[in-house]
């Protein structure tokens, strides 16, 4: 059976970090990825990776930050100070023996088309990322076309893919060239919607068809964990939070059945 593991997400509503962390252990998960943003939270990334180890809990990966991302692909001092700041995250990933990252390429609809001055800079991070040991995976999020590009252009083997469902139904609308992501799927973030807005649904639970992408991903060689990226809000909020990731863990593990 492979591992069934979910995210440490601050965006949990009404719980903090620390209660969300506790109820990911009670539900059963011993594998999370952690969300290493450098944003400025009451209880910061540091504390909870802390308190993650403390647990007992095996970081998968870390899922780095992408405040002003879209200045990668333009020639200005922003860009460049991404690049350093990657470098820093690859290093502190590199020292708590985490060797996998996930990394947007765009934030928000609309962004600067891929240019040359983009791969220069993921060049720089990819090549980092090489030397320390850590593989990178690029995340679909609103734009088509960007992990095509990056792939064509980067050809680091320790250049993949993160593929997240619910990006995919809402924003891609299920379109993807998964013939040219054969073998470079590094990780995946599962959860559901009604493919009209990002919704982080439980899977099952909206209109992703589960055994289609599943299919996919089997016929593109992945062969990692079901990573659930499981968020306690809206809806959710008010159930029990236990409860809510073991719902959660029950859903990764049909999942896992699936991709048998």
């Known amino acids: 059976m492979r591992k069934i593991v979910t995210t440490i997400s601050n965006a949990n509503q009404t719980v903090t970090p620390l209660e969300t962390i506790d109820a990911i252990y009670k539900a059963g998960f011993k594998d999370v990825f952690i969300e290493w943003y450098n944003k400025d939270w009451e209880i910061t990334q540091e504390q909870q990776l802390e308190y993650v180890q403390k647990c007992g809990l095996n970081v998968i990966f870390a899922h780095l930050g992408y405040q002003g991302i879209n200045n990668l692909w333009i020639e200005n001092e922003a860009g460049e100070a991404l690049v350093e700041r990657y470098q820093k995250d690859l290093q502190i990933c590199k020292e708590n023996g985490i060797d996998l990252v996930c990394m947007h390429l765009t934030s928000k609809s609309e962004a600067p088309g891929p240019n040359e001055t ?116 809206n809806e959710y909020v008010g159930n029990n939070l236990v409860e809510f990731y073991q719902k959660g863990y029950k859903a990764g593990k049909k999942i896992a059945r699936l991709m048998k």
Not at 154 to 183: P, R, T, W, Y
């Open 118 to 233: 983009g791969i220069r800079r993921l060049q720089i991070i990819a090549d980092t990322a090489k030397q320390l040991g850590i593989k990178i995976a690029f995340e679909n999020t609103k734009i088509k076309g960007y992990q095509e590009y990056v792939l064509n252009h980067i050809k680091n083997e320790n250049v993949g893919i993160c593929l997240d469902s619910g990006h995919l139904h809402a924003h891609f609308q299920d379109e993807l060239d998964f013939e040219m992501l054969k073998n470079k799927i590094f990780c995946v973030h599962l959860h559901d919607n009604f493919g009209v807005k990002d919704q982080h649904l439980i899977p099952f639970e909206g209109t992703i068809d589960w055994n289609w992408l599943t299919d996919q991903l089997k016929r593109c060689n992945y062969d990692g964990p079901i990573t659930m990226e499981l968020v306690y809000q």
